[in-house]
């Protein structure tokens, strides 16, 4: 397997515009993270999902931003409109949901927004 | 999960053991201990994890102490590509959550030739 696939690697926007990141989970996994990582903030787990269901999104920080995961192998986290402040590092993950197996995260994408 | 302190920076010397440390004094017994890393530009990786018995596997040793309110992550023999971020995780294994994880600082490792 080639692992979590993450798209784009690197995006640069400017205020206002969309965003959309994309995130292939490993096949056979049924759990799936978002988590962002700045410098000041570290790493945090914005939302995650069992089973393409969204469980707890409570670490999204605001209305701006979704996450869908239509179908297990696929899920985006989208911005609009995107800020500066949501310039950070954007980590998926995927694991088995069950106990005692690990996480296994994605390269990342880096967002800048101009 | 229970909160982990770690000191915020270490460095080792090439091929010398690197013995990181974490306190989880709050650790509740059905709590596991996680350790990741994440080297430059990475996304986080998977090392080890135990519940109250030492474990090793081919990347390092998990020494638990007794009364579990504290471990040490062993890498042996550590070399330069062993240089990053070292997160020490506690979390309940039998939750909803699944395997989410919840990060903190960490202890930045720099293995120096």
């Known amino acids: 397997d080639a692992g979590v696939i993450q798209s784009p690697r690197h995006e640069v926007t400017e205020m206002g515009q969309e965003v959309t990141l994309r995130c292939k989970p490993i096949s056979g996994h049924n759990s799936l993270f978002w988590y962002r990582q700045t410098m000041m903030r570290g790493l945090e787990l914005l939302i995650y999902?069992?089973?393409?269901?969204?469980?707890?999104d409570s670490g999204m920080p605001e209305d701006r931003f979704s996450a869908k995961m239509p179908n297990a192998s696929f899920s985006t986290l989208k911005i609009q409109p995107s800020e500066p402040r949501d310039s950070a590092v954007y980590f998926c993950?995927?694991?088995?949901?069950?106990?005692?197996?690990?996480?296994?995260f994605g390269q990342g994408t880096r967002l800048t927004v101009v | 999960d229970a909160k982990t302190t770690q000191p915020p920076s270490m460095d080792c010397a090439e091929g010398r053991a690197a013995n990181l440390p974490c306190n989880h004094s709050t650790i509740s017994g059905n709590e596991y201990v996680y350790w990741y890393r994440q080297i430059h530009s990475q996304g986080p990786q998977y090392i080890i994890h135990?519940?109250?018995n030492n474990e090793t596997n081919e990347m390092a040793s998990l020494i638990i102490t007794e009364d579990r309110k504290s471990s040490t992550l062993i890498l042996p023999h550590a070399t330069l590509r062993d240089t990053a971020v070292y997160y020490c995780?506690?979390?309940?294994?039998?939750?909803?959550?699944?395997?989410?994880?919840?990060f903190g600082g960490g202890t930045r490792l720099m293995v120096k030739p």
């Open positions: 995780i506690v979390r309940v294994a039998e939750n909803n959550a699944g395997n989410m994880l919840t």
């Open positions: 999902f069992n089973n393409n269901v969204p469980i707890d």
């Open positions: 135990g519940l109250k």
């Open positions: 993950a995927s694991s088995l949901r069950r106990l005692n197996t690990e996480a296994f």
